[in-house]
């Protein structure tokens, strides 16, 4: 696997703030990218601009030789995405939820009840999400993470309101993807420290 | 690349599984079926009662005041078609999906008409018998609103994505959408009304059925491009 992800020149205006100017960086497979800056200085803005949310100012991003605009269902089908909301029905209990995301996008190999197992989220299986606590919703949107096929991983402060034993999760499972060739982008206000090399921006 | 192509889940299976999870979602909150069928059953039943039991006086004003419930109550239950996923964040697992939004978006739409369209169809012709309509005439009015809130859930999800972003924006969503709904609206009643003096309906009938193909080829794609605007 030798898909790359690059990115020049850069450019977003909130109104008529400017968040970053001529921003490049480049990834390689086993590679993360750490995004980092204050409250409101445009991490999850950069993140949603890389997946496409947001419209740039200017610039462009490569996926695998290609500029993403080109072929976005390409670089979608490679790309899961956990931000601060974590994307579930309420009303529906966690298997639902993540049956119904298994269509949206390509699964991986894992086996279901073990990546609930690992996360600890065996005897919460049949409660309807509402009833679990923000922490126990991001162990979830983690074991979506898992479940999905796709090499980069874009998440959005992802060890916010888990535990500590939570956060080590994370960090391992984010080890783990990159050690097996994967790629992440992760807008983190705390330091997360990794073996995989990392590429840092300062917002 | 042919590689990669195959490995892309299935558009239909997307749907399909948007479509089951909506429906589960519904089944679990009957509220969001019943009320606007509640609205509709009541202004249909309240009116009578207003205007007087008059037989040919009902039977005059009937297609047009079961119309005009018809569409407010869809206009009423719109308003939630996208908030839901917009606040809870899987709106935004839907856009960095690699299913085209376009398809589910007329996934969306399909599920509306089946939780707000269907039941007006079913159960109007309950509300018929308090306007003394004869079979014949029920009948056509069932036909119209079949065809009709098709057009008004495809036409309608174009709106409610346009306003999602904004709070309180079911204001603008009818100011959006009524416009575009007068056909239906006037061709819909016009045609129960002729059916009832005793004239052909075909014509009526053909062009809310063209309404609804120009709606559903049109209502995806308008719909995916506002969902991508609300969400910046």
Redesign the interface.
């Known amino acids: 696997m030798n898909i790359k992800l690059n990115a020049s020149g850069l450019t977003l205006f909130r109104g008529d703030r400017c968040l970053f100017k001529n921003l490049s960086f480049a990834l390689n497979p086993g590679e993360l990218l750490l995004l980092e800056g204050r409250n409101g200085s445009g991490k999850t803005s950069l993140l949603r601009a890389i997946?496409?949310?947001?419209?740039l100012e200017s610039g462009s991003i490569h996926w695998d030789g290609a500029a993403i605009s080109q072929q976005r269902?390409?670089f979608?089908?490679s790309?899961v995405?956990m931000?601060?909301?974590?994307?579930?029905?309420?009303?529906?209990t966690l298997v639902?939820n993540l049956?119904?995301?298994s269509?949206?996008?390509?699964q991986s190999s894992a086996d279901f009840d073990d990546t609930l197992k690992q996360l600890n989220l065996r005897r919460l299986r049949r409660l309807p999400m509402r009833s679990l606590s923000a922490g126990q919703q991001r162990r979830v949107a983690l074991a979506r993470m898992l479940m999905s096929?796709a090499p980069l991983w874009m998440m959005d402060e992802p060890v916010s309101n888990l535990d500590s034993e939570g956060r080590e999760l994370a960090v391992h499972m984010l080890d783990k993807h990159l050690s097996d060739g994967g790629m992440a982008i992760v807008a983190a206000h705390q330091d997360i420290k990794l073996d995989a090399p990392t590429h840092k921006i300062q917002l | 690349m042919s590689d990669?192509d195959e490995?892309?889940?299935?558009i239909f299976?997307?749907m399909?599984?948007?479509l089951?999870?909506d429906l589960?979602?519904a089944i679990?909150?009957p509220g969001d079926i019943l009320n606007p069928l509640f609205f509709f059953a009541m202004v249909a039943t309240l009116f009578p009662l207003a205007v007087g039991p008059g037989e040919e006086q009902l039977q005059f004003s009937g297609p047009g005041v079961l119309w005009v419930a018809a569409l407010l109550a869809t206009l009423l239950s719109l308003n939630s078609l996208f908030l839901?996923d917009y606040?809870?964040?899987?709106?935004?697992?839907?856009?960095?999906?690699?299913?085209?939004l376009s398809a589910m978006a007329l996934s969306k739409s399909l599920a509306h008409w089946l939780t707000s369209g269907l039941p007006l169809v079913i159960v109007s012709p309950l509300i018929a018998i308090t306007y003394q309509m004869s079979l014949a005439v029920t009948g056509v009015l069932m036909a119209t609103l079949l065809l009709g809130t098709i057009s008004l859930s495809l036409l309608g999800s174009i709106g409610a994505a346009l306003t999602v972003g904004l709070h309180r924006g079911t204001a603008l969503l009818s100011l959006l959408i009524l416009p575009l709904a007068m056909p239906v609206l006037i061709f819909g009643a016009r045609t129960v009304s002729l059916v009832a003096a005793g004239d052909g309906v075909a014509g009526g009938l053909y062009f809310l059925a063209a309404y609804a193909l120009l709606m559903m080829s049109i209502s995806p794609f308008a719909t995916a491009a506002a969902l991508r605007i609300s969400?910046?």
């Open positions: 997946a496409g949310l947001l419209e269902q390409v979608q089908n790309l995405w931000s601060h909301k974590v994307g579930f029905k309420g009303d529906l639902e049956q119904y995301e269509r949206l996008r390509p096929a | 990669k490995q892309m889940p299935s299976n997307g399909l599984s948007l089951r999870r589960a979602l679990k909150r839901a606040e809870d964040g899987s709106l935004e697992q839907l856009l960095v999906s690699p299913i085209p969400n910046e």
